[in-house]
């Protein structure tokens, strides 16, 4: 890859990466288990294959806009892909922070129901591109206020692609309900929502929805290509993150919030599902993050 294909800015304070954009011709970079402590979409414009994230495997074909959380596990097998990838760390652009102006947390990122990806038509590709040149030309001639204009650029890119997995993918709203979707799995997502604080099994919400639990099992594998205690074992995890990302409290109140009485036991929990500790995902990804201007 030459010079003029990656555009990077870190983070003065610490030396950390704050933002970076590149382009791929192959399959080198994500050939291998992906676990960022910064956001990653990827952009797969040409190219087909398949995507493991997570606890699922999904197959796709060029056009496909991918989005990853910091810490989501993903990896793909395929052949020649070409495409632009961009990262950015929450320091750079914190997606809670802006919740409200570009609603892409729960659609483009931590919706643990949608696959972690859409298809990209030829008009939002035609915005996107756009947008990325933009981009790489201020970071290759910096002025007055770098920052916010590559803040508004990236504003333009999420909220763009978000609207856009929304209209696919209308479940991939968080307060929205799928008319393909079978009525137990969707009194299933409102009993987890409303629940994952106190109820951690399946057997808990297979009682709770009069169903047995193989055949919940069943269903919930069909329609959401992972188990149950995966839905409800990610469900806890992104809580987690948010809390641990944006507040100050001790694991042990994270902890205690989300349903355990041992801390210890919260926090092998979470480094199972994330490969690494609450401590170490607070100092790498953010803390007090609600505390900022």
């Not at 009525?183 to 009069?210: C, G, M, W």
């Not at 994270?254 to 349903?259: I, K, N, T």
Request: aromatic fraction near 14%; proline fraction near 3%.
């Amino acid at each position: 890859m030459t010079d003029q294909t990656v555009f990077t800015l870190i983070n003065e304070q610490n030396g950390n990466l704050a933002f970076k954009l590149f382009s791929f011709h192959d399959n080198s970079y994500f050939d291998h288990l992906q676990r960022n402590n910064y956001y990653s979409l990827i952009w797969v414009k040409e190219g087909n294959g398949k995507l493991k994230t997570n606890f699922s495997e999904y197959d796709f074909e060029g056009n496909s806009l991918f989005s990853f959380a910091p810490y989501q596990p993903f990896m793909f097998s395929s052949t020649l892909v070409k495409g632009v990838a961009i990262y950015f760390h929450s320091d750079f652009f914190c997606i809670h922070r802006h919740q409200t102006e570009v609603t892409c947390n729960g659609v483009l990122f931590n919706n643990i129901y949608k696959t972690p990806f859409f298809q990209v038509d030829e008009t939002l590709g035609a915005t996107l591109d756009k947008v990325i040149e933009q981009i790489k030309a201020e970071i290759q001639r910096p002025g007055i206020a770098q920052y916010e204009l590559l803040i508004s650029f990236m504003k333009i890119f999420l909220i763009s692609a978000s609207r856009a997995k929304a209209q696919q993918q209308p479940d991939s709203i968080p307060s929205g309900t799928d008319a393909k979707e079978p009525v137990i799995l969707q009194n299933l997502k409102e009993a987890i929502e409303k629940d994952f604080r106190s109820k951690h099994t399946p057997h808990d919400y297979a009682l709770q929805l009069n169903i047995s639990s193989n055949a919940l099992a069943k269903i919930t594998r069909a329609h959401f290509n992972k188990t149950l205690t995966n839905l409800i074992a990610e469900r806890i995890i992104i809580e987690a993150k948010r809390e641990l990302y944006l507040t100050n409290k001790s694991i042990k109140e994270v902890a205690y919030e989300l349903g355990y009485d041992d801390e210890y036991y919260f926090s092998r929990f979470f480094k199972k599902n994330v490969n690494i500790s609450p401590q170490t995902y607070r100092e790498t990804v953010g803390f007090g993050k609600a505390e900022m201007n």
